[in-house]
């Protein structure tokens, strides 16, 4: 039985794509279109900007390609490329306002609803508003720390945690008015 070294083969396929080989380039497109993807419209409510999105944050992973280290997960320097376009393009179509907030609740809301669908779940965080959504996203799904949303997003540390904080509790009202409806008692 033969091994294959995966990372091995990774390792040749970014080469190749490096020397614009388009076959290589468009099987790393082809491995991870479909995950970032899904990255892109956490961010993004509409699938054809996401869409579009993506597309140009891969045009940019194609271009930096020779400067990826081979340090850490491929899939992590592509979805970070992702997110900070994702975040780029959200801030030149409108200003996003972070509210000043220094005060926070740290509450714990990881009991979300078994009976939600993750549309149901992408539709709720879809409506929060876009700070609060970028610090959420940013926080629940691509695992920041507060310092690091800060930094990303040109605001404090605890505006970030305030914006996480609100956009929880937005979510839970919005989670607990969903199962009202559900169960007919709104």
């Given at each position: 039985?033969?091994v294959i070294?995966?990372?091995?083969?990774?390792?040749?396929?970014?080469?190749?794509?490096?020397?614009?080989?388009?076959?290589?380039q468009?099987k790393i497109?082809?491995?991870?279109?479909?995950?970032?993807?899904?990255?892109c419209?956490?961010?993004?409510?509409?699938?054809?900007?996401?869409?579009?999105?993506?597309?140009?944050?891969?045009?940019?992973?194609?271009?930096s390609?020779?400067?990826?280290?081979?340090?850490g997960s491929?899939?992590?320097?592509?979805?970070?490329?992702?997110?900070?376009?994702?975040?780029?393009?959200?801030?030149?179509?409108?200003?996003?306002?972070?509210?000043?907030?220094?005060?926070f609740?740290?509450?714990?809301?990881?009991?979300?609803?078994s009976?939600?669908?993750?549309?149901?779940?992408q539709?709720?965080?879809?409506?929060?508003?876009?700070?609060?959504?970028?610090?959420?996203?940013?926080?629940?799904?691509?695992?920041?720390?507060?310092?690091?949303?800060?930094k990303?997003?040109?605001i404090?540390?605890?505006?970030?945690?305030?914006?996480?904080?609100?956009?929880r509790?937005?979510?839970?009202?919005?989670?607990?008015?969903?199962?009202?409806?559900?169960?007919?008692?709104?």
């Amino acid at each position: 039985m033969k091994v294959i070294n995966l990372h091995q083969q990774e390792k040749e396929l970014i080469a190749l794509a490096v020397d614009n080989n388009r076959q290589a380039q468009h099987k790393i497109y082809s491995l991870f279109a479909p995950k970032m993807l899904s990255v892109c419209r956490q961010y993004l409510k509409d699938v054809h900007q996401a869409e579009d999105i993506m597309i140009t944050a891969f045009m940019k992973v194609f271009t930096s390609l020779k400067t990826f280290e081979h340090k850490g997960s491929f899939e992590g320097w592509i979805r970070r490329i992702m997110v900070n376009e994702c975040i780029s393009y959200i801030r030149v179509q409108k200003p996003v306002k972070f509210t000043e907030d220094e005060c926070f609740f740290e509450e714990r809301y990881n009991n979300i609803e078994s009976q939600l669908s993750v549309d149901d779940i992408q539709f709720l965080i879809d409506n929060l508003p876009d700070g609060y959504r970028m610090v959420f996203n940013l926080y629940a799904i691509e695992g920041y720390k507060h310092n690091e949303i800060g930094k990303m997003l040109g605001i404090s540390e605890g505006t970030s945690k305030s914006q996480l904080s609100h956009a929880r509790r937005m979510l839970q009202e919005q989670i607990n008015k969903l199962k009202n409806y559900q169960n007919g008692t709104e």
